[in-house]
């Protein structure tokens, strides 16, 4: 039972551009919304991440939009750059149980920004 | 800054080889995982640990096996290792304290090939 549903799978944009990463949740006990950017030959590390009391968190020119609703929240890069080529994941995790740290992470989406 | 190493960044075994694959953090922190990352399908849970000696199974754990002696130190174990557990191999590492639990802290990996 995947329990966090990532796409698109892979994604191209051109530099300035303004990719788009979904993710959708089935658990609503997941009180921890990561993202977490994975550059080739290195392990991931956190981007940004959003709390369900609020519906938006920016960081730079990363943005988590949450839809608690809905249970989806997405990533939006503002003015991409070919740097940001990287894979994204989204993870979802809750807080107050000795499992705290175990997160439930998305398929992963392989974003390349062209020049 | 937080850091997790891990004992090898490539490694070759033949079927049928014990594999030890070892990872240290130097934060102190309490929770430590090993996942496994394949292509299309994310990051899947092997094992995770929550205390010295102790283990929990993840969502793939069969054909592996993991030791914590050291609350620094979580290895994962290839009792005999398969083709198919040709992979990358990703240890992270979690606080334990509220509020703080939830961010994973990566190593580099262990992309591992088993002829």
């Known amino acids: 039972q995947q329990q966090v549903k990532q796409s698109p799978q892979s994604l191209i944009v051109q530099k300035g551009g303004i990719p788009i990463i979904n993710c959708a949740y089935e658990n609503t006990a997941f009180d921890y919304f990561p993202w977490y950017q994975q550059f080739p030959g290195k392990g991931p590390a956190l981007l940004i991440a959003?709390?369900?009391?609020?519906s938006e968190k920016k960081e730079g020119r990363f943005t988590i939009s949450f839809n608690k609703s809905a249970k989806q929240f997405s990533l939006h890069i503002m003015d991409s750059q070919p740097g940001d080529s990287a894979t994204y994941f989204c993870a979802a995790s809750r807080g107050a149980t000795r499992n705290a740290g175990k997160s439930t992470f998305g398929d992963g989406t392989t974003l390349t920004v062209k020049p | 800054d937080v850091k997790v190493t891990q004992s090898s960044r490539y490694l070759v075994k033949r079927t049928g080889e014990k594999v030890f694959l070892e990872c240290v953090q130097d934060?102190?922190?309490?929770?430590m995982f090993w996942y496994r990352q394949d292509p299309g399908l994310g990051l899947r849970l092997i094992y995770f640990s929550y205390d010295v000696k102790m283990k929990e199974k993840g969502d793939i754990p069969e054909g592996y096996s993991v030791s914590r002696e050291k609350k620094e130190r979580f290895s994962l174990i290839l009792e005999s290792a398969s083709t198919n557990q040709t992979s990358m191999y990703l240890c992270?590492?979690?606080?334990?304290?509220?509020?703080?639990?939830?961010?994973?802290?990566f190593g580099p990996g262990t992309r591992l090939l088993v002829l």
């Open positions: 959003i709390r369900p009391d609020v």
């Open positions: 992270a590492s979690t606080e334990a304290l509220a509020g703080n639990q939830e961010t994973q802290y």
């Open positions: 934060m102190d922190h309490e929770n």
